[in-house]
């Protein structure tokens, strides 16, 4: 039996340090380890942008007004919110696709914790929305929005 040649980029990954002692929520352990999953991400666009006259590099990667003024920010926020099963995430994506925000469906392919039972099964575990204003958002997850959705 041959072995699987290894892919380009099975040996790469990415490790997120959280501190415990701070006694932050989870909701806010959670974002504090978003803010360190894309840190690279956004310090290269920024990067990226200072070469560049004008919007040319914001029209490059296609990125809205909000998305700049966010990666632009220091505060960069992010709010952690709970979907009790995977229909109510899907019926979030959808009511925010409707209202013309931008949804990224995260999926776990089922090789570590999240796949129990399910091996090699994707299965629906988050979703990203935006970022868009604050106010299109929370019209939908907000506590006064068409489904309002608890902070974790």
Same mark, same amino acid.
């Given at each position: =039996?041959?072995?699987?040649?290894?892919?380009?980029?099975?040996?790469?990954?990415?490790? +997120?340090?959280? #501190? #415990?002692?701070?006694? =932050?929520?989870?909701?806010?352990?959670?974002?504090?380890?978003?803010?360190?999953?894309?840190?690279?991400?956004?310090? #290269?666009?920024?990067?990226?942008?200072?070469?560049?006259?004008?919007?040319?590099?914001?029209?490059?990667?296609?990125?809205?007004?909000?998305?700049?003024?966010?990666?632009?920010?220091?505060?960069?926020?992010?709010?952690? +919110?709970?979907?009790?099963?995977?229909?109510? +995430?899907?019926?979030?994506? #959808?009511?925010?696709?409707?209202?013309?925000?931008?949804?990224?469906?995260?999926?776990?392919?089922?090789?570590?914790?999240?796949?129990?039972?399910?091996?090699? =099964?994707?299965?629906?575990?988050?979703?990203?929305?935006?970022?868009?204003?604050?106010?299109?958002?929370?019209?939908?997850?907000?506590?006064?929005?068409?489904?309002?959705?608890?902070?974790?």
């Amino acid at each position: =039996m041959e072995s699987a040649t290894p892919k380009p980029g099975d040996n790469v990954k990415q490790v +997120l340090v959280i #501190r #415990r002692d701070v006694g =932050m929520r989870r909701g806010k352990e959670i974002a504090q380890g978003s803010h360190a999953a894309c840190a690279f991400l956004v310090e #290269r666009i920024l990067q990226a942008a200072q070469g560049f006259s004008g919007t040319t590099i914001w029209d490059i990667l296609r990125i809205t007004p909000d998305q700049r003024e966010w990666l632009e920010s220091t505060l960069t926020t992010k709010v952690v +919110l709970q979907a009790q099963n995977e229909d109510e +995430l899907l019926e979030v994506k #959808r009511l925010c696709e409707i209202a013309g925000l931008e949804t990224f469906l995260i999926q776990d392919l089922g090789l570590t914790a999240a796949g129990q039972g399910r091996k090699g =099964m994707a299965t629906n575990t988050a979703l990203g929305i935006g970022p868009n204003q604050a106010d299109a958002i929370d019209a939908i997850t907000g506590p006064e929005g068409t489904h309002p959705l608890r902070l974790y």
